[in-house]
């Protein structure tokens, strides 16, 4: 796993970079989404991604997204341009969606988690909305 230092906090604090991708389409249930989102946050240049002015559909099936890094270590990072590997605890949401438009078209009833799902964006009042964190679960 990789990530980019955006700035150092204190001698044991970081903030990270997020990879951004602009005006797409991701479908929450979707297995290849699924697949390729978290190919991204395990492969890719960055462990959190910010989806902004996305379409976000969700149909009510599950949803396997990596949603949650929790004291995720021995991850390649670069600061000031040099490539680095340590052991970096981080921790926090994966997804984050910024301005983004939801369509939710559920055609019966989806299960308990999905309804949590549902209820908990649909529950979060600002432009940037985030996965809620859940410690090794998936919807």
């Known amino acids: 796993?990789?990530?980019?230092?955006?700035?150092?906090?204190?001698?044991?604090k970081i903030?990270?970079?997020r990879a951004l991708y602009q005006n797409c389409q991701i479908t929450l249930d979707s297995e290849r989404d699924d697949q390729r989102i978290?190919?991204?946050?395990?492969?890719g240049e960055s462990i959190f991604i910010t989806f902004s002015h996305c379409l976000?559909?969700?149909?009510?099936?599950?949803?396997?997204?990596?949603?949650?890094?929790?004291?995720?270590?021995?991850v390649h990072y670069a600061l000031d341009g040099e490539m680095g590997k340590g052991t970096v605890n981080f921790s926090g949401n994966t997804l984050e969606f910024a301005d983004c438009l939801f369509d939710f078209s559920i055609p019966s009833a989806p299960s308990e988690r999905s309804q949590a799902l549902t209820k908990s964006l649909l529950a979060q009042n600002t432009n940037?909305?985030?996965l809620p964190p859940?410690?090794?679960?998936?919807?």
């Open 15 to 17: 903030t990270v970079n």
């Open 134 to 139: 859940r410690p090794s679960t998936h919807y």
């Open 56 to 74: 976000v559909i969700y149909r009510g099936g599950r949803i396997n997204l990596n949603i949650e890094w929790k004291n995720l270590k021995n």
């Open 38 to 43: 978290n190919a991204l946050l395990l492969h």
């Open 1 to 12: 796993m990789r990530c980019y230092v955006a700035a150092v906090l204190a001698p044991d």
């Open 128 to 130: 940037t909305l985030t």
